[in-house]
């Protein structure tokens, strides 16, 4: 199991800035020698990313398809509950790709023909 720590492990105030591997190597929090070794055990590349506050306090909409949970309890073997991805919007697509979402980044998105403005 890998185990985030701060450099002085008795300061329970500060944000960890290391991490601990299985077989014990320690690496910066973000560095690339730590998403090389979880890439590495995934068997896939992976990005690794830092926010102050957590996702759901920096993303101002959190959003994904029915597709991509779907693909994500396959390939886990777990059954999921939708519940545990804290999203605001659940989409489900016509394509039925899953993680197409993540093709709109930064794009406009529309959620009804004639946007409606909340307050």
Same mark, same amino acid.
Do not use: C, Y
């Given at each position: 199991?890998?185990?985030?720590?701060?450099?002085?492990?008795? #300061?329970?105030?500060?944000?960890?800035?290391?991490?601990?591997?299985?077989?014990?190597?320690? %690496?910066?929090?973000?560095?690339?020698?730590?998403?090389?070794?979880?890439?590495?055990?995934?068997? @896939?590349?992976?990005?690794?990313?830092? %926010?102050?506050?957590?996702?759901?306090?920096?993303? @101002?909409? @959190?959003?994904? @398809?029915?597709?991509?949970?779907?693909?994500?309890?396959?390939?886990?073997?777990?059954?999921? #509950?939708?519940?545990?991805?804290?999203?605001?919007? +659940?989409?489900?697509?016509?394509?039925?790709?899953?993680?197409?979402?993540?093709?709109?980044?930064?794009?406009?998105?529309?959620?009804?023909?004639?946007?409606?403005? +909340?307050?």
């Amino acid at each position: 199991m890998f185990k985030p720590f701060n450099i002085n492990e008795n #300061d329970q105030n500060l944000i960890p800035v290391q991490v601990r591997t299985p077989e014990g190597n320690v %690496f910066e929090l973000q560095s690339s020698e730590l998403s090389e070794d979880i890439s590495r055990r995934h068997g @896939s590349e992976v990005q690794l990313m830092h %926010f102050d506050k957590g996702i759901f306090d920096e993303a @101002s909409v @959190s959003l994904i @398809s029915n597709d991509t949970i779907i693909k994500i309890e396959k390939e886990s073997g777990l059954p999921l #509950d939708i519940r545990r991805f804290r999203h605001n919007i +659940l989409i489900e697509t016509k394509s039925g790709n899953s993680f197409e979402e993540d093709k709109w980044v930064g794009k406009t998105f529309t959620l009804v023909k004639n946007p409606i403005r +909340l307050q």
